[in-house]
């Protein structure tokens, strides 16, 4: 069975300073998402990762894949306030849309 | 292009009675997959339709079931509410090997 591991659960961050978001999978993996969700909302995606080594960046996001560590990252560069919410990765292996998701990060960025 | 629509956006139910919950896809998708959000549970992966067959299923009772229509649009049933069914359900699209796009999710409250 696919098990994704998210952490930390939460992050206090304050402005203007860097973290990471860690997701680590169980098994072989075809796509990893990871998406955005802002109170009462549903799921924004911010990227698609398809193949080991894959970096992708938007604004101060960035997120990488490592498939052989079964691990991906989610980089926030000078964090600001617009980037409260909580961040989901999300693993796709089955031969469809299927997605087993990660327990979620809910970050707060203080002034 | 319009998105993934989902209707209704909120719903009271009271406990034993049984809800339908409709999602249309994005135009030219195929596939379409339910998911529940509990605050104890996270997100949880439902079934998946894909030309009108159910593709995937995830570990929930019988009691919640699902169809897709020749258009693609799809509902899913649940009977005999329980409290415990209180969740946000989302429905994601996805065409051929495209990302899973959600709608803004049915907010199920069973009272």
């Known amino acids: 069975e696919l098990k994704v591991e998210q952490n930390p659960l939460f992050l206090s961050m304050q402005e203007g300073k860097n973290y990471t978001i860690y997701c680590n999978y169980s098994?072989?993996?075809?796509?990893l998402y990871w998406y955005r969700q802002d109170p009462g909302k549903s799921l924004e995606s911010l990227f698609v990762?398809?193949?080991?080594?894959a970096v992708k960046q938007e604004g101060r996001l960035m997120a990488s894949l490592d498939t052989k560590a079964r691990l991906s990252t989610l980089h926030i560069t000078a964090a600001v306030h617009d980037l409260s919410a909580t961040y989901f990765c999300?693993?796709?292996?089955?031969?469809?849309?299927?997605?087993?998701f990660g327990g979620g990060t809910r970050v707060l960025v203080k002034p | 292009k319009a998105g993934v629509t989902q209707t209704p956006r909120y719903l009271i139910k009271t406990r034993g009675q049984q809800v339908t919950l409709s999602c249309s896809p994005i135009?030219?998708?195929?596939?379409v997959s339910w998911y529940q959000q509990t605050p104890g549970q996270g997100l949880q992966f439902l079934f998946e339709?894909?030309?009108?067959?159910?593709?995937n299923k995830g570990n929930f009772p019988g009691r919640f079931s699902g169809r897709q229509f020749s258009n693609s649009r799809s509902e899913m049933n649940v009977s005999t509410l329980e409290l415990g069914d209180s969740a946000l359900y989302l429905c994601a699209s996805a065409g051929g090997f495209t990302e899973a796009f959600f709608g803004q999710g049915t907010r199920l409250t069973v009272v």
């Open positions: 990762l398809l193949s080991n080594g």
């Open positions: 098994t072989t993996s075809d796509r």
């Open positions: 339709y894909f030309s009108e067959t159910q593709r």
């Open positions: 135009s030219g998708h195929r596939s």
């Open positions: 999300a693993v796709d292996n089955a031969a469809g849309n299927k997605l087993t």
